[in-house]
């Protein structure tokens, strides 16, 4: 795979990111890719490894080490190399429907499972997927490819997520009939509204999407399933359901003052931006930071997107709380190749606010004590306290405990939770009756994705709780093999 002697010719070479202070000017993608020729090299450097770690999706250390795609990543780095890019492509979109959306937003567990990382630079597994990807919509190998034959059965979709439009994409190519619902006025769900646009451009949404409505697929937005429509109209009209609609329940925090003007949930705050900026040019009708002393409080990927987002704004100052201990900044003994690098990770708005207000945002072991309003039940300011990591010796879990005496108040008019997200929201579970698990998770009966009641079955966040846009794309697939098989005896997907 690849050229045998690459990885030692060859340095590792990333599309190179716009400078700070040119991004952050704009709510555009801020990555300049290489050269045709330059992208190629970088596909030599994939080893002829005996175990392709990268593609494996296995779970090692309680984590995920390469892709739970299955991608055929040595296949196609391989065809980089060769610069057979129309093999690569048809040879990619086997395992994955989306690469435009992991291309970009995925965290490229593959790369970290790379046996070239190892003992030196990964390949460049995501931008090799990316070059990929825009030279076959550049040259029309992306365009539609509607079935040739249809089945009769209906099937609707309620979420437009990754999981679902993986789910609708795989049946409408089996020849069922799909409807995939939406509530929000615009297709894509965590895609369009909870991925900001420096890392997805919506328009790259729009260009998939316009494809798969030539290939057939019916969407339909503004329908709220469990409110506008039942779950007793659906069954009428449809053979089959899949529930596709996130873990959109937000982890709230318990403080006295929280009801205070000025505190949003994170997903709130993103999406009022990009609809926004999609709406209006970012004129009107949005949650602003601007000229706002601004308190993140999540130090995961979404509240790293609220960073990257309140730079934007114009935000006075930005604070980033995380409860647990700073990771190492390299793999420590206890954690080796190919597990998942448990180590500190500065991302892109971090990188901003670092250079945009002299510091890195990130205050580690520090939570909310308490927030506190003005005369106007505005937020003016939030009391802040340090948390020490107790290992419990049954469990061996660290627990956070307040310090006595740690406490200290620092100026906040807007505080953006971003603690992540409990599962999913109950009137739609109890509009269709579905058994949930402990988490409030959709049940799927004896390891599958069909829930306790008959002909609905689910996927995605809804389905395994929050995780990656990649991991919510597979459980889409594999949702909709079950579904296929379940209607017609048998599957091919």
Not at 140 to 147: Q, V
Not at 259 to 264: F, K, R, S
Not at 401 to 421: N, R, W
């Amino acid at each position: 795979m690849g050229k045998p002697t690459g990885f030692m010719e060859y340095q590792r070479e990333e599309a190179p990111a716009f400078s700070v202070y040119e991004r952050i000017k704009n709510f555009d993608e801020f990555h300049e890719p290489l050269s045709r020729e330059e992208q190629q090299k970088q596909g030599a450097r994939c080893m002829e490894c005996g175990v392709p770690f990268c593609q494996s999706g296995m779970m090692l250390g309680g984590m995920i080490s390469g892709c739970p795609l299955n991608n055929l990543i040595p296949e196609w780095n391989d065809l980089v190399f060769r610069g057979a890019w129309e093999q690569a492509y048809h040879r990619l979109k086997i395992t994955n429907n989306f690469p435009e959306f992991t291309s970009r937003v995925c965290p490229a567990l593959c790369e970290k499972a790379c046996t070239c990382g190892a003992n030196g630079d990964a390949v460049t597994v995501r931008n090799n997927e990316f070059a990929i990807v825009e030279t076959a919509y550049a040259n029309g190998w992306a365009k539609a490819d509607p079935p040739k034959t249809r089945t009769g059965k209906k099937i609707s979709v309620i979420g437009s997520g990754p999981s679902g439009l993986a789910a609708a994409d795989q049946l409408n190519k089996r020849g069922h009939s799909v409807t995939v619902f939406e509530r929000s006025d615009r297709i894509g769900g965590l895609l369009m509204y909870g991925i900001p646009n420096m890392k997805l451009e919506k328009t790259i949404i729009e260009r998939r999407l316009d494809v798969m409505r030539e290939e057939g697929i019916t969407f339909r937005t503004s329908v709220n399933v469990g409110k506008d429509i039942s779950f007793e109209e659906l069954n009428k009209e449809f053979d089959r359901i899949v529930l596709a609609c996130g873990a959109s329940n937000p982890r709230d925090i318990k403080a006295e003052g929280r009801d205070a003007n000025g505190i949003y949930f994170a997903v709130d705050f993103l999406k009022s931006t990009t609809k926004a900026l999609l709406d209006n040019g970012l004129t009107e009708g949005y949650i602003s930071a601007k000229g706002k002393n601004v308190l993140v409080i999540g130090g995961g990927d979404t509240g790293n997107d609220c960073v990257g987002t309140c730079v934007r704004h114009g935000a006075k100052s930005i604070l980033q709380l995380e409860m647990m201990p700073k990771l190492p900044d390299t793999r420590a003994e206890n954690n080796p190749w190919p597990e998942w690098p448990r180590v500190c990770k500065t991302d892109y708005g971090q990188e901003e606010a670092a250079a945009v207000f002299g510091k890195d945002p990130r205050e580690y072991q520090t939570t909310v004590k308490e927030f506190i309003k003005d005369n106007n039940g505005d937020l003016k300011a939030v009391v802040l306290v340090k948390l020490d990591a107790v290992k419990d010796s049954k469990t061996g879990r660290l627990n956070m405990t307040p310090i006595e005496g740690s406490e200290y108040i620092v100026d906040c008019e807007l505080a953006l939770i971003a603690a992540g997200f409990l599962g999913s929201e109950s009137y739609v579970t109890d509009s269709f009756g579905v058994a949930l698990d402990g988490r409030t998770n959709v049940a799927g009966q004896n390891g599958t994705h069909l829930t306790s009641v008959p002909n609905v079955f689910t996927a995605g966040d809804m389905h395994s709780g929050q995780s990656l846009v990649v991991r919510a794309i597979r459980d889409g697939r594999d949702c909709a093999r079950e579904v296929d098989e379940s209607l017609m005896g048998y599957t091919n997907l």
